[in-house]
């Protein structure tokens, strides 16, 4: 299932809501505060606990977190790098009755909880609290964050000051877009969401599990999806990707090449011709292997069918604009994005739509936080993968998992982000030590 993710606004939004329709602003913040505790109890035994409180909701939640972790027997010491200010966290800090100590002089212990800022930071932190935070952080057995952790822009992943890396982070209410974006995701550890009550919608969300299209019992070859593949100057990554697709559910692959391309299963035919206008076509998959035949990718272009582009056809298009009016889902890595929309700036959230948008294809902009962006401003968020996904020939694979599910009948998007779905969860099944071959095998054991 997917999974809202909410900018920090939005979030402050949802929170607004559910106070004015009668939910008391301290009850929320028992709830956070609680699910923390919790969420550490479960991640490790009772250890010498230093919960860190900064002056804001996010030092109340830590208030709260001491006290429940003491009720759960965990020797538990407070240090606060300023007195409250709000009124939730004022309250919070009359309930708590151990002890408090000062930020800068608390001495390290195994286990260092992180409340100073959350969501709403967006600056720098002062040096002697980065500084002296690190330090907490590095000597901890176990360093939790409190639904960020401090220094961590929470709408674009970057890091405004360096802390250190963490263990464990409890989010509440719904993820982060920093929860799933590089530099910040790689910081965090395991993340955990969770419920205190309130949630939001969004058109940005973390990609769940996909329901794909049901097979039709009285079905056909067709039935369940015809991908054209067209072959280029580097038969090996076109045949990965044709394979994937056959592997995804495709009924039928075929590809159109030159010249015989050695090692494919048998039940993908080649074809020294280019059927494009055949109507059972139900995806064009186009790049791979593709090299200088810019003549290929126009050839696609002129079929009334969807495409998916990927590698070398991604340089060969040109202007995005030339995109207009097809039915078309690009894979670019971080390179090959550039070369085709430049420098847009911005997040990478940011970059993704804009340029979905300009080239009105869906894109999905590939790395270890890949997103899927939409024309109409939605934005997959790929849950995380594992770093052994970054080999040769694993894009090709992506490509030919997404034109098997754009020909089975999903919709663009949701075609590319089931694909990118399947993809992780193939990689990890597949193991560290994979091949993008490897990933094919694994593809039919997901969908079992």
Wanted: overall charge negative; charged content about 20%; some cysteine.
């Amino acid at each position: 299932m997917n999974r809202p993710i909410l900018t920090a606004a939005d979030m402050r939004a949802v929170e607004r809501r559910a106070i004015d329709a009668g939910t008391e602003e301290t009850l929320l913040m028992e709830r956070a505060g609680r699910a923390l505790a919790e969420a550490v109890r479960q991640f490790i035994g009772p250890r010498d606990t230093l919960v860190l409180c900064g002056p804001g909701n996010n030092g109340g939640d830590g208030y709260v977190a001491a006290r429940h972790l003491a009720l759960f027997g965990y020797p538990v010491r407070v240090a606060t790098l300023a007195e409250p200010s709000s009124k939730a966290a004022r309250w919070a800090r009359a309930q708590w009755d151990g002890p408090v100590e000062d930020f800068q002089h608390a001495d390290a212990a195994p286990i260092v909880i992180d409340c100073l800022f959350g969501t709403g930071l967006d600056r720098e932190l002062q040096p002697s609290v980065s500084t002296r935070l690190a330090s907490l952080v590095g000597q901890a057995l176990i360093a939790v964050a409190c639904d960020l952790p401090s220094g961590v822009a929470s709408d674009d992943g970057r890091m405004l000051s360096e802390t250190g890396i963490y263990d464990l982070t409890v989010t509440f209410g719904a993820l982060k877009p920093a929860h799933r974006l590089m530099p910040a995701m790689e910081r965090m550890g395991r993340v955990v969401l969770a419920d205190i009550g309130i949630g939001g919608t969004s058109a940005w969300f973390e990609i769940g599990e996909p329901a794909l299209p049901p097979l039709n019992p009285c079905g056909h070859k067709y039935d369940r999806g015809l991908v054209h593949c067209l072959a280029g100057e580097m038969p090996g990554a076109i045949s990965l990707a044709a394979t994937a697709a056959a592997r995804a559910g495709a009924g039928y692959v075929r590809i159109s090449t030159s010249r015989p391309i050695a090692g494919i299963p048998a039940s993908i035919v080649q074809t020294g011709t280019a059927e494009l206008q055949d109507e059972r076509i139900g995806c064009i998959l186009v790049g791979p292997g593709l090299g200088q035949v810019p003549q290929v990718l126009t050839l696609a272009l002129t079929a009334p069918r969807p495409i998916v582009i990927d590698a070398d056809g991604i340089g060969q298009i040109g202007e995005p604009e030339r995109l207009h009016g097809h039915d078309v889902i690009l894979t670019p890595h971080e390179g090959e994005f550039e070369k085709l929309f430049g420098n847009l700036g911005g997040s990478k959230a940011e970059r993704a739509s804009a340029a979905s948008q300009r080239s009105q294809a869906v894109v999905v902009l590939k790395g270890p936080d890949t997103l899927v962006a939409a024309p109409d401003g939605r934005m997959g968020f790929a849950p995380p993968a594992p770093p052994w996904l970054a080999t040769a020939g694993s894009g090709d694979v992506l490509a030919g998992i997404i034109a098997a599910l754009r020909a089975r009948g999903m919709t663009a998007f949701d075609a590319a982000c089931a694909g990118v779905w399947l993809h992780g969860r193939a990689a990890e099944r597949a193991g560290s030590a994979m091949i993008a071959d490897d990933l094919l095998s694994a593809i039919s054991a997901i969908l079992r």
